[in-house]
């Protein structure tokens, strides 16, 4: 582990990564916060694209179930097109660490057209973003991944939250980041923005994280219009709609699994 100030990980090769400290996680600092994780995945399938020449297709859904912890120690991806096509693909990526896999993503990319004419939502606006007052998640949370984001938010009830939210490092030194998978290092922050409990209180990591999008997102601050739900027999769900300053773009949803410390 390097303790580098400026990015998230180190490239040890093409496919083997290393983490810094800021990607140590909120549940056990030993761990990896899995959030830059699903934006380096991101990143290694759009420098995937690029290569094969599908730089015209868009990521529409990227999907990440979470098959166990990765350690703060390097670990390397597996690409593999299952898929191919001009207008259309299905890509998967398996990030595996010590011999397993700890990742498992999948990833459609789509043909764009000039859709303009009948572009819109029903979502509803985010509140703008110098309404929120700052917050700070590392009061609640320990690990460097929730200390490396700026973060901007109301919360008016437990497990309800409008965030505004900004990573302050870069995912990898001296290299060329998506706007797509720049949001992806970020989005899996949105189970931790206003959990309906303390963590003293219950466990709740997510098994899994699934994106929709209907465009690209612009700009470094990404809104997190956020909703978490528990049922009664340990299964949660924290759902986002997701805005950047245009407006909405997506979704994003985390099944968890939900378990009392008291």
């Given at each position: 582990?390097?303790?580098?100030?400026?990015?998230?990980?180190?490239?040890?090769?093409?496919?083997?990564?290393?983490?810094?400290?800021?990607?140590?996680?909120?549940?056990?600092?030993?761990?990896?916060?899995?959030?830059?994780?699903?934006?380096?995945?991101?990143?290694?399938?759009?420098?995937?694209?690029?290569a094969?020449?599908?730089?015209?297709?868009?990521?529409?859904?990227?999907?990440?179930?979470?098959?166990?912890?990765?350690?703060?120690?390097?670990?390397?991806?597996?690409?593999?097109?299952?898929?191919?096509?001009?207008?259309?693909e299905?890509?998967?990526?398996?990030?595996?660490?010590?011999?397993?896999?700890?990742?498992?993503?999948?990833?459609?990319?789509?043909?764009?057209?000039?859709?303009?004419?009948?572009?819109?939502?029903?979502?509803?606006?985010?509140?703008?973003?110098?309404?929120?007052?700052p917050a700070?998640?590392?009061?609640?949370?320990?690990?460097?991944?929730?200390?490396?984001?700026?973060?901007?938010?109301?919360?008016?009830?437990?497990?309800?939250?409008?965030?505004?939210?900004?990573?302050?490092?870069?995912?990898?030194?001296?290299?060329?980041?998506?706007?797509?998978?720049?949001?992806?290092?970020?989005?899996?922050?949105?189970?931790?923005?206003?959990?309906?409990?303390?963590?003293?209180?219950?466990?709740?990591?997510?098994?899994?994280?699934?994106?929709?999008?209907?465009?690209?997102?612009?700009?470094?601050?990404?809104?997190?219009?956020?909703?978490?739900?528990?049922?009664k027999?340990?299964?949660?769900?924290?759902?986002?709609?997701?805005?950047d300053i245009?407006?909405?773009?997506?979704?994003?949803?985390?099944?968890?699994?939900?378990?009392?410390?008291?």
């Open positions: 582990m390097t303790t580098n100030d400026d990015y998230y990980f180190q490239a040890l090769g093409p496919d083997r990564f290393t983490p810094t400290h800021h990607v140590s996680g909120g549940w056990n600092p030993a761990e990896q916060h899995i959030a830059p994780a699903l934006g380096l995945i991101t990143h290694l399938i759009d420098r995937d694209r690029q094969r020449g599908g730089g015209h297709l868009a990521i529409g859904r990227v999907s990440f179930d979470i098959l166990g912890v990765l350690a703060m120690d390097a670990f390397e991806a597996h690409i593999n097109v299952i898929r191919p096509g001009k207008t259309i299905l890509v998967e990526v398996r990030l595996r660490q010590a011999g397993r896999d700890a990742v498992l993503a999948r990833c459609w990319l789509m043909q764009q057209y000039d859709t303009a004419r009948t572009a819109g939502t029903a979502f509803a606006p985010m509140p703008p973003l110098n309404s929120l007052g700070q998640l590392g009061d609640v949370w320990p690990g460097g991944f929730v200390r490396s984001v700026e973060l901007r938010r109301e919360s008016p009830a437990p497990g309800e939250a409008r965030s505004w939210v900004r990573p302050q490092v870069a995912l990898l030194p001296d290299t060329e980041v998506g706007p797509v998978a720049r949001l992806m290092g970020l989005v899996d922050v949105a189970n931790g923005l206003s959990p309906r409990v303390l963590p003293k209180e219950a466990l709740f990591p997510n098994l899994d994280l699934t994106a929709h999008l209907f465009r690209e997102p612009a700009g470094d601050w990404m809104g997190f219009d956020t909703k978490v739900s528990f049922g027999h340990g299964v949660g769900l924290t759902h986002s709609v997701i805005h245009e407006g909405p773009l997506g979704i994003v949803s985390q099944a968890l699994t939900v378990r009392p410390t008291q």
